[in-house]
Nanobody
Framework: QVQLVESGGGLVQTGGSLRLSCAAS????????MFWYRQRPGQEREWVAT???????MTVPSVKGRFTVSRDNAKNTMYLQMDNLKPEDTGIYFC??????WGQGTQVTVSS
């Protein structure tokens, strides 16, 4: 059974940092491209970041220079380091493994 479990969300002030984790089980993690998405209040779910099996990364322009995606294949875990957070980063953050599997999400709230 495939499971993706996000953690690390919380409440932080503007300019603060959080580190999200996505722990995977039941999949060949090192063979899966991994993704972060978020759903901001009243908006559709949107793509935030990708890390490929080879470690190449991409982020949406609005978070470039502030968010860093990484992975540890030995721990079957993907991370999203979020720095200089802004109120508009508030939302539920989801991880996705490959083309099919989603986690349940973790709430990030940035206060002004």
């Amino acid at each position: 059974q495939v499971q993706l479990v996000e953690s690390g969300g919380g409440l932080v002030q503007t300019g603060g940092s959080l580190r999200l984790s996505c722990a995977a089980s039941g999949i060949a993690f090192d063979m899966a491209n991994m993704f972060w998405y978020r759903q901001r209040p009243g908006q559709e779910r949107e793509w935030v970041a990708t890390i490929t099996t080879g470690g190449n990364t991409m982020t949406v322009p609005s978070v470039k220079g502030r968010f860093t995606v990484s992975r540890d294949n030995a721990k079957n875990t993907m991370y999203l380091q979020m720095d200089n957070l802004k109120p508009e980063d508030t939302g539920i953050y989801f991880c996705r493994g490959g083309s099919t599997y989603w986690g349940q999400g973790t709430q990030v709230t940035v206060s002004s």
